[in-house]
């Protein structure tokens, strides 16, 4: 009889074993946590193709804006960062250090930006010494002339992305008339801000980027479209996520990344696809 108990209990040490062991490996490992706050160029550069028209352009200087700047903060506070992220060049780092430190010590007065009225402003209230840059350009080697100190077109290339520009331009503009709502500013800051952040909003806005300039062929069977998208959109975003791992100190981080609401989903497929990095939903936030 022992010898049976025996043989049962060897047996079920050699079943659970496995279980047990597969049970300890499937423990998912702490990542660092990233929030993805979509937002609207508060200054009105209007650099892009789809620019806002004065009439459109929402004030975030008025006093129910900054009501809303204030709910804004106070709502992603909620996700304790411990690092904010900005759209500005690395290079520019010493220059956002001194400014910051500047409204830290009352002698800078925040401007109608969106690093301003939102970096600033939570990085302050979380008591962070800095905030930091990791904004980035795509790989335009392909397209540039060899060491032009700025976008400078190849010869070889110039008629060929003068045409696809042309082309790209009028079918962005076309565009935006149909996803107006989109791009609206229309409604209270804290109600544009919600919008864009609505993962519907995101996909939509996501999925510009394939339509039909992505399609353009210069020649039957050729990628111009997606060579240039390549190059300047999808490398640019893949960039600024490699800046958001470069800041990633340790697992404990939680990063939150303040950036123009198009940039939102290409970000958001790296931080997912990261084996280091957890995204955690901005929109929850603003509910």
Not at 71 to 93: L, R, Y
Not at 193 to 220: G, L, M, T
Not at 243 to 252: A, F, L, V, Y
Request: hydrophobic content about 35%; overall charge positive.
């Amino acid at each position: 009889m022992k010898k049976i108990l025996f043989a049962i209990a060897l047996l079920a040490g050699i079943h659970f074993a496995p279980v047990q062991a597969q049970t300890k490996a499937d423990k998912p490992e702490k990542r660092a946590q990233v929030m993805i706050l979509g937002t609207f160029h508060f200054s009105h550069r209007n650099l892009d193709i789809i620019k806002t028209e004065k009439p459109d352009q929402l004030d975030v200087m008025t006093p129910q804006s900054q009501l809303d700047l204030q709910k804004i903060t106070s709502k992603m506070a909620k996700f304790k960062p411990t690092k904010i992220a900005i759209e500005s060049f690395p290079e520019n780092q010493p220059k956002i250090d001194s400014l910051y430190q500047a409204y830290l010590d009352g002698r800078y007065e925040l401007k109608a930006d969106e690093i301003d009225q939102l970096a600033f402003r939570l990085a302050k209230q979380l008591g962070h010494k800095r905030v930091y840059c990791i904004n980035a350009w795509g790989d335009l080697d392909t397209f540039q002339k060899p060491g032009a100190t700025k976008f400078e077109v190849r010869e070889d290339k110039k008629e060929r992305l003068e045409k696809f520009w042309k082309y790209m331009q009028a079918k962005t503009i076309e565009r935006s008339k149909i996803d107006k709502e989109l791009y609206s500013q229309k409604g209270t800051l804290y109600q544009v801000i919600k919008k864009y952040n609505d993962p519907e909003s995101i996909r939509r806005k996501h999925e510009n980027y394939f339509r039909d300039a992505f399609q353009y062929e210069e020649q039957e069977h050729d990628y111009t479209g997606v060579d240039w998208y390549n190059a300047s959109w999808f490398s640019r975003n893949l960039r600024i996520f490699r800046n958001i791992q470069r800041i990633t100190e340790s697992p404990e981080d939680r990063i939150l990344v303040i950036y123009g609401a198009a940039h939102v989903a290409t970000i958001q497929q790296a931080v997912e696809s990261s084996p280091t990095h957890e995204l955690v939903s901005t929109y929850k936030l603003l509910q």
